[in-house]
């Protein structure tokens, strides 16, 4: 069955450095979502990226989708330490309602 | 506008035992989902209604049932619970099923003794 992963699980940053978290589907993906869990708290949607080669921005962070759309990547610049956090993708291919997600990456900003 | 709503937030269940995860939402959304969140897993998807009076097996069906009440609830039912079936339990609706924000409830916590 489909199945996306994440990289890396987890990863500390000093505040102010860069963060990148990738996202990589075995199967060909219709479309790709992100979001992003506060500890304790619930997910909460970030972006949704649809076409090949798609690159959105928001403010610090730049999310891109892969030209074969099987894979993508959140970076943010600059962390602070309001987004810590675990960030999850959930892919859907083609035909299906169903989101996939990914296994999430926990990042913690250290003051 | 309260969102998706879950109840309850917290449960404690001995082996062998039923209830039913509620969950309702005021965003007159048509799809809703369950999700199960274990350490380490991500979200794994349980079950899902497209549309009102549809339900579909997600990643991980087995061991529970569901009931698309109305537009606005999706219940999920666990007759026989199970330890595996620890776990922080989140529902989901979006306006429609495909290419739509996912809109997240607060979570229930239920642990299987």
């Known amino acids: 069955g489909q199945q996306v992963m994440q990289i890396p699980q987890y990863q500390h940053v000093q505040e102010g450095e860069d963060f990148t978290t990738y996202c990589n589907s075995s199967t060909t993906l219709s479309n790709i979502q992100w979001y992003k869990q506060r500890p304790g708290g619930h997910p909460v949607f970030l972006i949704q990226?649809?076409?090949?080669?798609e690159v959105k921005k928001q403010k610090r962070l730049t999310f891109q989708f892969g030209e074969a759309k099987k894979n993508s990547s959140l970076h943010i610049t600059a962390t602070q330490t309001t987004d810590v956090g675990t960030y999850f993708c959930a892919g859907r291919t083609s035909g299906t309602y169903k989101y996939i997600f990914g296994t999430g990456t926990r990042l913690k900003v250290l003051a | 506008n309260a969102g998706v709503t879950q109840t309850p937030k917290f449960q404690v269940l001995k082996t062998g035992q039923s209830m039913t995860l509620q969950c309702a939402q005021d965003m007159n959304h048509n799809s809703m989902y369950w999700y199960r969140q274990d350490p380490g897993m991500g979200l794994r998807l349980i079950y899902y209604?497209?549309?009102?009076?549809?339900?579909d097996k997600g990643e991980v069906p087995n061991g529970y049932n569901v009931s698309r009440l109305n537009k606005r609830e999706f219940s999920l039912r666990l007759e026989s619970a199970a330890p595996s079936q620890t776990s922080v339990y989140f529902c989901?609706?979006?306006?429609?099923?495909?290419?739509?924000?996912?809109?997240f409830g607060p979570g229930t916590r239920l642990l299987v003794l």
């Open positions: 989901a609706s979006s306006e429609k099923a495909e290419q739509e924000t996912q809109y």
């Open positions: 209604s497209a549309s009102e009076g549809t339900t």
């Open positions: 990226l649809v076409k090949s080669g």
